[in-house]
């Protein structure tokens, strides 16, 4: 009795430390995200967006993703390989971008992400690459104005990004609804769930151009959202490798030249002064500023 109870005690002593064990076998192969291991790899996992125009989104014409962001994870492709098409875009959303960097199914993401102190705490970012604000779109005659005038509005956000939290905080009467990708907010801001939409002032551009005799951005800029590229806490070959890529672009012009393309107008006057801005002082930045 005594004996058979301690084989089964022995047992399940045996079977809790495997489980323990196998929870700390070393990463697989392909959870090597070292740029050696990209390089072995022969090509760069590196998520992008499909729901934010003009930084990624479907091409109509092609059904492919395409973008000021698509084509910066070319660049960093071409920096590591030589080519812009060693690179395999997967398709992230504000929410998941931040886990699928974490568990390694993907290298990186550049993915319109703004780098925050709280986002430091679970991931690497690269410099800053683009500077964005938050702004408000609305349909064209719209008595909203301002994120003052939210009070009791609806405005829709998507979960996961700085803009939900910043306009919960700012306007703690509005009536946040959220989705997870902006073409949703979109369809409830034409279909009158909505007054407004709320993120970067460059994505809202993005879908004001599409319709821009229905649709408006106002309310300015009232943040700003330092974008960075994701990498995995302590990949720090990686991260190096996508910081000389953005200071080549700058130096050949190349980044001009896209943001020329895709934002349709040339280099803001204040360039220097955020383009290239180590990623801890653009949170200390984004945490520090006051909204106005
Ligand atoms: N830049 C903001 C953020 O990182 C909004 C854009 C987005 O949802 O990706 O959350």
Not at 11 to 27: D, F, H, M, Q
């Amino acid at each position: 009795m005594t004996l058979a109870r301690g084989a089964v005690l022995a047992a399940t002593l045996s079977l809790a430390a495997t489980l323990v064990l196998g929870g700390s076998v070393p990463a697989r192969a392909a959870d090597d995200n070292s740029l050696d291991a990209i390089k072995k790899r022969g090509t760069i996992k590196i998520g992008v967006k499909y729901d934010a125009p003009p930084f990624g989104s479907l091409s109509p014409q092609t059904n492919q993703v395409t973008g000021f962001d698509v084509d910066i994870a070319r660049a960093i492709a071409k920096k590591i390989f030589g080519s812009p098409d060693k690179v395999e875009l997967v398709q992230v959303k504000s929410d998941n971008r931040i886990p699928l960097v974490q568990n390694g199914d993907i290298d990186a993401f550049v993915a319109t992400a703004t780098i925050t102190p709280a986002r430091m705490k679970t991931i690497d970012f690269s410099n800053v690459y683009y500077r964005a604000g938050q702004s408000l779109l609305v349909k064209k005659n719209s008595t909203i104005k301002s994120y003052k005038d939210l009070d009791g509005k609806g405005v829709c956000s998507v979960q996961g990004s700085t803009p939900e939290q910043t306009i919960r905080r700012l306007v703690p009467k509005a009536n946040v609804v959220v989705f997870e990708t902006y073409p949703e907010c979109l369809t409830a801001l034409r279909g009158g769930r909505v007054d407004a939409v709320t993120t970067d002032n460059v994505i809202l551009g993005g879908y004001e151009a599409q319709d821009p005799n229905n649709l408006e951005l106002v309310g300015g800029l009232f943040t700003f959202e330092p974008y960075g590229i994701g990498i995995r806490k302590g990949n720090t070959s990686l991260t190096k490798a996508v910081n000389d890529t953005l200071a080549d672009l700058k130096k050949s012009g190349e980044y001009a030249k896209l943001h020329q393309q895709w934002l349709k107008k040339p280099l803001p006057a204040d360039f220097n002064q955020w383009y290239d801005m180590p990623a801890a002082t653009a949170a200390d930045q984004f945490a520090n500023q006051k909204p106005g």
